[in-house]
T-cell receptor, first 112, second 117 residues
Framework: DGGITQSPKYLFRKEGQNVTLSCEQN?????MYWYRQDPGQGLRLIYY???????QKGDIAEGYSVSREKKESFPLTVTSAQKNPTAFYLC???????????FGSGTQLSVL | AQKITQTQPGMFVQEKEAVTLDCTYD???????LFWYKQPSSGEMIFLIY??????QNATEGRYSLNFQKARKSANLVISASQLGDSAMYFC??????????????FGTGTKLQVIP
């Protein structure tokens, strides 16, 4: 079945540590996105990518980094510079940027 | 300024009744798109309905319809015949273009709908 796989489902970060959230899709979609969701809040765009080896900052990119070396993969690294990383992170993809988004099941990141 | 505004943090509706969830937007892009997504407590995001800015007819998908009032920049979601399974967070989202040909999708803060038996 085609879809988007996010892993892990739960992740814990120690102070000063970088952690990487995985996002893989087999939908052959060009565009991929990372959103952050805080409790009771909407989704805020962190980074998005239209094609391989290209990505753009979203509204809250500080403290995060991404790469897009393969069409299928768009990992998100939460760096130690992100002082408040506890949130639910959602990865999404679409055929083109701005088309209907297909979402993964999310990763809950917490700080120890 | 907020791109997408959902002014109802929470709503209650009686089972089998219709409910309208409000959404207003702001954009200078003439070719934009509007989406509604449902997020149950499990956290997954479920696509419900889409309306393009040039679409003449209001979008409908089963029990979901989008009341699109372009001049008022309003894109309200109407759920007819509410069911208990409709209890969830509902998000309005907008696609717009930026310089360089990039497009991005921005979400509102959501409305929590609770269906009462």
């Amino acid at each position: 079945d085609g879809g988007i796989t996010q892993s892990p489902k739960y992740l814990f970060r120690k102070e000063g540590q970088n952690v990487t959230l995985s996002c893989e899709q087999n939908l052959n979609h060009d565009a991929m996105y990372w959103y952050r969701q805080d409790p009771g809040q909407g989704l805020r765009l962190i980074y998005y990518s239209q094609i391989v080896n290209d990505f753009q900052k979203g509204d809250i990119a500080e403290g995060y980094s991404v790469s897009r070396e393969k069409k299928e993969s768009f990992p998100l690294t939460v760096t130690s510079a992100q002082k408040n990383p506890t949130a639910f992170y959602l990865c999404a993809s679409s055929m083109g940027t701005g088309e209907k988004l297909f979402f993964g099941s999310g990763t809950q990141l917490s700080v120890l | 300024a907020q791109k997408i505004t959902q002014t109802q943090p929470g709503m209650f509706v009686q089972e089998k009744e219709a409910v309208t969830l409000d959404c207003t937007y702001d954009t200078s892009d003439p070719s934009y798109g509007l989406f509604w997504y449902k997020q149950p407590s499990s956290g997954e995001m479920i696509f419900l309905i889409y309306q393009g800015s040039y679409d003449q007819q209001n979008a409908t998908e089963g029990r979901y319809s989008l009341n699109f009032q372009k001049a008022r920049k309003s894109a309200n979601l109407v759920i007819s015949a509410s069911q208990l399974g409709d209890s969830a967070m509902y998000f309005c989202a907008m696609r717009e273009r930026y310089s360089g040909g990039y497009q991005k999708v921005t979400f509102g803060t959501g409305t929590k709908l609770q269906v009462i038996p």
